[in-house]
């Protein structure tokens, strides 16, 4: 009997220190699945806030790399200056298709970007002209031959991308720009007659008219743009060209000027009042077509005073 009540209390005893153990392990469970998920927490908020860091710092760069960058609004005839007060003018203009960062656009109001406009303009010319006093030398020439000559092309042209920077450093603003191609297509005719005479005397030049009109395209580009910097020829087509014959041309010239130091004194008398009848009517002339008719009547005029510059001439008013 005995026997038995002790079996029992050991049953009842063993029976509770599995269930302690049990308890135990529960506890030790639910402590176990606490800390994974403190753990689990911990590393969710670590990955957070790396990822809310590293779009941060994207964001950061990103704000810096679009401030820093210059992309203005460019076609293919767009070309633009840029100038920062720290480090000036850039060397070279922008263009449509070039990548640009510059550290000086973080500072705000540092840099300014001028856009210029290089769109081609086309023109063509005809011009008549004459070599330099040809109508007084034909005088001397049996015949009296023309001295004249006619020249025709058509010019494309543009402002010159190299010459940007040094416009904008001029004070040249876009706007302005335009004057200049229109100052240059006003002044491209008398400019072609006075090319024409000028190098009418180089034998080089005029080897070049009706044998080569290429290479005679590029004798003309180089000297329009040597006398127009800011302009840039991308095309010039000869039509046509026409000298008169530079030998009779330059042998009449000979003449006219042996003449005039081998003049006999009458001559000269008679000379000596043409010019100065002339000058007292130049004096009194009115208007450009009164001076016109003046220097028709006396062509000798502006010769002579060249030749003769100790004439003296009569004061206004004197006849």
Not at 22 to 46: D, L, T
Not at 109 to 134: A, F, H, M, Q, W
Not at 148 to 171: Q, V
Not at 184 to 204: A, G, H, R, V
Request: overall charge positive; proline content about 6%; some cysteine.
């Amino acid at each position: 009997m005995e026997t038995e009540q002790k079996n029992k209390k050991e049953a009842r005893l063993e029976a509770k220190r599995l269930k302690a153990q049990q308890k135990a392990a529960k506890a030790e469970a639910k402590k176990q699945k606490q800390e994974a998920r403190r753990q689990k927490r911990s590393k969710g908020r670590k990955i957070f806030t790396f990822f809310f860091i590293l779009f941060l710092l994207a964001g950061g760069a990103a704000a810096v790399f679009f401030i820093g960058w210059v992309h203005p609004p460019l076609n293919g005839n767009q070309y633009a200056v840029i100038f920062s007060k720290t480090g000036g003018y850039r060397e070279t203009p922008l263009r449509a298709d070039e990548f640009l960062w510059m550290p000086e656009r973080l500072l705000p109001t540092n840099t300014t970007v001028l856009i210029y406009s290089v769109e081609p303009r086309s023109c063509s010319v005809d011009v008549e002209g004459k070599l330099p006093s040809g109508d007084i030398y034909s005088m001397l020439v049996e015949g009296a031959p023309s001295f004249a000559f006619r020249f025709s092309c058509r010019l494309t042209c543009r402002l010159n991308p190299e010459r940007l920077i040094d416009l904008a450093r001029e004070g040249v603003l876009p706007e302005q720009t335009e004057a200049l191609i229109a100052g240059f297509e006003k002044d491209f005719q008398p400019m072609i007659i006075d090319l024409i005479q000028k190098k009418s005397t180089d034998s080089e030049f005029v080897s070049l008219i009706g044998s080569d009109f290429s290479k005679l395209q590029d004798v003309l580009t180089e000297e329009i743009e040597a006398r127009n910097p800011n302009i840039d020829v991308t095309r010039l087509i000869v039509n046509s060209i026409s000298l008169p014959d530079i030998r009779l041309y330059e042998e009449a010239r000979n003449l006219y000027f042996r003449t005039i130091q081998n003049v006999p004194p009458e001559r000269l008398q008679r000379l000596q009042k043409e010019v100065t009848e002339g000058t007292a009517q130049l004096m009194k002339y009115q208007s450009l077509e009164e001076l016109a008719r003046l220097l028709e009547k006396y062509p000798i005029l502006m010769e002579y005073a060249k030749i003769n510059p100790t004439l003296e001439m009569p004061r206004n008013g004197e006849q």
